[in-house]
């Protein structure tokens, strides 16, 4: 490898924060200042800023382990190896294909999740395959798809939002969790612009807030209503826009309208004053954007719900133009491509529907199998898990740690140790992992080359800085072998580029196409912009903004989508009298797998907490610091009390990056969403107890 930096980017979440790695004497690497990243523009979190010691850490796994007289012990590659493809075939032999399961990550490079897909279905022949980003963005993409006809996070760069006029961001505290994020919104302020921040915590984002509206956890649905109702009161639809570039807007307007402002504060808890302001600084300006994130889309309606947020821009000529529009803000770094290229349930590379045949036709070709070989779409990422012990009894899993981050965990835990046969891929010994029969030590983002895509739709090139550890070998590598001995000898390459470039033939046509993206173009130009089906870059330099014409539907036009309120899956009664909202805090990551083998972020956020008003707490009777448990249906978690007139006083928070006594997910509700099948994380009814010493 070479001494000089290398130009890369952050391991971790979506902003995927441009970085430089350079090799230092120890064998390790040194993050520094890249300042030519138009997203972060050089800066960091402390979490980017520490990736690399988890390259180094004590913990790191560096051998296979295979499970002998119930204890995970060091084997060789070959044992490992042959032991999973022995297990996988014996599976299928026994119980037929689909009794295999295969889960994989939104951190997955977008050639790991495009190879992933590729295993599952032409090596395997299962369905049952999903993965974990399904409880990031599901719900956000069902509803981008419904409206737009397209799912890209955001419809334009990070760029525009300081020059727009409003934003409103629902359920996004991006103070904590992508920090360097916080300038755009910073730079609308400078700008004149206005801030309205939808949280019911008062969040480090809400506190930069021109407005801070605090709904109750669950009712953004019928808050955007209420919005769009006084927007129809208030003479400030866009009839033009609406005519002209939009279809079903009178059923939306009639639901919306069955949402008066008196009970949508009688449903929410936001005051209509509250509601005319917001509508005041959101319709006045020229331009404006409403941006969502896990609050409202991690909900049992949380498709409905992202459908309220993007009539709200269409119906006030704020979607496809210039400036305006609806975003998501993806979650997981590469939780935009990972839902493109195969590794969910119902979709083929390029965005592609699994039972679209034109798309199986395309994709079989690509792949040289038959069509009618491909399986059919499988269970959603809860419903699959929920499975394991019962219909699926062999699990390949890459790239997730459920035990700690699935709904109703220790639930899923029981299911996961019901398994007949489990096969883990990471770097550490996660909560997940320990409970596999064969565990394979796998490369990490420094170490290896690939491809992300960000939360604008940004496809970048991770390049690797240094070489990994002896014993460590990569996701490819490890598909590729077990294809090999599961008789499927060609197809699975391990070079990183050669499976891209199979990939932009795979995606050509389709919704994310990247036919006209290659390596060398990622290098040359710091990113393309999906879709890009020219590979001249004077030709087409890729798509920052999309829909600025035409909307992605047949006839052009965006899609109201009707909704209504309806009330979450578990509302507080007698018993569980409080709601429990769960999140991200700054110095962890998701299921902290990594982030918590991490010295500096550990001093940070050593562990779990329950965050809760003072009213609650003197109910209690709970100082701060004391231990408290939460209770739900689901089960019990233990945590010291942080109190604050910060949250609302009907509501606790607990964030989920820890296992053991403090795992918010315990007690999470898996309720699924209609459409996007996502749980939901957002909200679920509690009791809160003071424990006794
Ligand atoms: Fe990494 Fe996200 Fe932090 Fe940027 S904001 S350094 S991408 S974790």
Redesign the pocket.
């Known amino acids: 490898m070479q001494n000089t930096a290398t130009p890369t980017h952050?391991p971790?979440?979506a902003?995927?924060?441009g970085m430089n790695l350079t090799p230092v004497p120890d064998g390790g690497v040194e993050v520094t200042e890249r300042a030519d990243f138009p997203v972060?523009r050089g800066a960091?979190?402390g979490?980017?800023?520490t990736a690399p010691a988890v390259l180094s850490s004590s913990v790191r796994l560096t051998s296979p382990l295979v499970r002998s007289g119930g204890t995970l012990v060091p084997a060789t590659w070959d044992e490992a190896l042959d032991r999973i493809a022995e297990e996988l075939q014996r599976t299928r032999a026994e119980h037929g294909p689909d009794a295999c399961g295969v889960f994989g990550g939104g951190g997955l490079t977008n050639e790991k999740a495009y190879t992933l897909g590729k295993f599952a279905r032409v090596v395997l022949g299962t369905s049952q395959i999903d993965y974990n980003g399904r409880f990031c963005m599901s719900s956000a993409a069902a509803g981008g798809i419904k409206a737009f006809g397209l799912d890209r996070g955001l419809p334009f760069p990070l760029e525009d939002i300081p020059k727009t006029g409003c934003v409103i961001l629902v359920g996004s505290n991006l103070a904590e969790t992508?920090?360097?994020?916080l300038r755009f919104f910073t730079e609308l302020k400078e700008n004149g612009g206005t801030l309205i921040v939808v949280d019911p915590r008062r969040t480090k984002t809400a506190d930069q807030a021109d407005l801070h509206l605090m709904p109750r956890p669950g009712t953004d649905l019928a808050l955007a209503l209420g919005l769009l109702h006084l927007i129809v009161a208030e003479g400030r639809v866009d009839e033009a826009y609406v005519a002209e570039r939009t279809a079903g807007w009178e059923d939306a307007r009639a639901a919306a309208m069955a949402h008066w402002p008196e009970y949508v504060e009688r449903i929410t808890g936001v005051p209509v004053p509250q509601l005319r302001e917001a509508v005041r600084m959101f319709c006045e300006p020229e331009a404006a954007m409403v941006l969502t994130a896990r609050g409202p889309e991690q909900q049992s309606k949380g498709t409905d719900t992202v459908g309220a947020w993007i009539n709200l821009c269409l119906a006030t000529g704020r979607a496809g133009k210039p400036l305006s529009g609806y975003g998501c803000l993806t979650g997981q770094g590469n939780g935009q491509g990972g839902r493109e290229h195969g590794q969910k349930a119902d979709q083929l590379p390029g965005y592609r529907k699994l039972d679209d045949p034109a798309a199986r036709r395309h994709v079989a070709e690509v792949w040289g199998v038959d069509p009618d070989s491909l399986p059919g779409p499988g269970r959603s990422a809860y419903e699959l898990l929920d499975a394991l012990g019962q219909d699926i009894k062999s699990l390949l899993l890459m790239g997730s740690n459920p035990v700690v981050s699935a709904p109703r965990a220790a639930h899923i835990e029981e299911r996961i140790k019901s398994l007949d046969f489990l096969a883990v891929c990471d770097v550490v010994l996660s909560e997940t992992a320990a409970l596999a029969d064969v565990v394979l030590p796998v490369t990490q983002w420094a170490e290896e080359t690939g491809t992300t895509t960000n939360l604008e739709g940004r496809v970048l090139l991770r390049r690797q800085a240094i070489t990994p550890p002896d014993g460590v070998r990569s996701d490819l590598e490890v598909m590729h072998e077990l294809a090999d001995r599961l008789g499927v000898e060609k197809g699975f390459p391990t070079d990183p580029e050669e499976v891209f470039e199979e990939l932009r033939r795979a995606s050509a046509g389709g919704v994310a196409d990247y036919s006209g993206i290659t390596y060398r173009r990622l290098a040359e130009e710091n990113g393309v912009f999906w879709p890009c089906p020219t590979q001249d870059s004077d030709a087409h330099p890729g798509t920052p903004r999309l829909f600025l014409d035409r909307f992605a539907t047949d006839d052009g036009r965006a899609r109201f989508v009707p909704v209504s309120h309806r009330a979450s899956a578990e509302e507080p009664d007698e018993e569980y009298p409080v709601l429990l909202t769960t999140g991200r805090v700054v110095a962890q990551?998701q299921s902290g797998a990594q982030t918590r083998r991490v010295d500096e972020l550990n001093a940070a956020a050593p562990g779990p907490f329950v965050e809760l008003h003072p009213r609650l707490a003197a109910r209690l009777g709970a100082a701060e610091g004391d231990p408290v448990a939460v209770v739900s249906r689901r089960g019990r978690a233990v945590a010291p009390a942080r109190i604050t007139t910060g949250i609302r006083p009907d509501t606790v928070f607990m964030p989920f990056h820890w296992p053991g006594e403090g795992r918010a997910n315990t007690l999470t509700n898996p309720a699924l969403d209609p459409t996007s099948r996502m749980p939901e994380f957002k909200t679920c009814a509690v009791r809160v107890e003071a424990v006794k010493s």
């Open positions: 952050c971790y979440c902003l995927q924060c972060n960091l979190c979490k980017g800023r992508m920090p360097p994020s990551y």
